[in-house]
């Protein structure tokens, strides 16, 4: 099956700074990714949908300016968290589409955040 | 999107099939029903997906009642690998469309 990754698989920050995560689709061109973040004990919540080359679509009670994503390829994008909190702490996972015609939707491993 | 209603929790033994069962009884004509599941601390993994009629593939069947309103995904020889939390899904068939995940069954395979 396709394979999407992302990166860093974990990270630690401070309260206040910024962290970026990648999630790239590595053997396929994905014109729409997705982000999700999961609480613990909890189900996916879509956060937003990013569409190469253009702005992307926030679900509603999402920041946008806090959660920056952008899809400057159609291998790659990028959700920054900026300004981060403790409440911030989560898992964080993307997925892309896969354009076979089934169109199933591939997710990468999830980046663990934490925030101190 | 149409929304679904699974149970919490299952358990089943090894070896033994899994049934999960699904009901989207609003589900409209151009919806299909897709499975995932979840491993915990991975990202969800496709399984398989259906319209009206009955799939199956290398990892799993999936069974669609005649009028739609319900489903069950077998598993039919379960195993510890396949102790997730499983997600069914109805969503268009488009690229671009998000699938919107509820709380899933989360099955237990025991030895």
């Known amino acids: ?116 | 999107d149409a929304k679904t209603t699974q149970p919490t929790s299952m358990d089943c033994a090894e070896g033994r099939a899994a049934n999960l069962p699904c009901n989207h009884s609003t589900i409209s004509g151009n919806e299909y029903v897709y499975w995932y599941r979840q491993i915990h601390s991975q990202g969800p993994q496709y399984i398989i997906h259906g319209l009206k009629n009955n799939e199956t593939n290398e990892m799993a069947s999936l069974i669609i009642t005649e009028d739609r309103k319900s489903s069950t995904l077998i598993l039919p020889h379960a195993t510890l690998r396949d102790t997730a939390v499983y997600y069914c899904i109805v969503r268009l068939l488009l690229d671009t469309d998000k699938l919107i995940f509820g709380t899933g069954t989360r099955l237990q395979v025991f030895p």
Not at chain 1, 6 to 29: A, M, N, W, Y
Not at chain 1, 65 to 93: C, G, M, Q, R, W
């Open chain 1, 1 to 116: 099956g396709a394979v999407v990754s992302q990166h860093p698989s974990r990270v630690i920050c401070k309260s206040g700074t910024s962290v970026k995560i990648e999630c790239r689709s590595l053997d396929f061109q994905a014109t729409t990714m997705f982000w999700y973040r999961q609480f613990p004990k909890q189900s996916l919540m879509l956060m937003a949908t990013s569409n190469e080359g253009s702005k992307a679509t926030y679900e509603q009670g999402v920041e946008k300016d806090k959660f920056l994503i952008n899809h400057a390829s159609l291998t790659l994008s990028t959700l920054t968290v900026t300004s981060a909190h403790p409440e911030d702490s989560s898992f964080y996972i993307c997925s892309a589409s896969f354009p076979s015609g089934v169109y199933e939707q591939y997710f990468g491993p999830g980046t663990r955040l934490t925030v101190t």
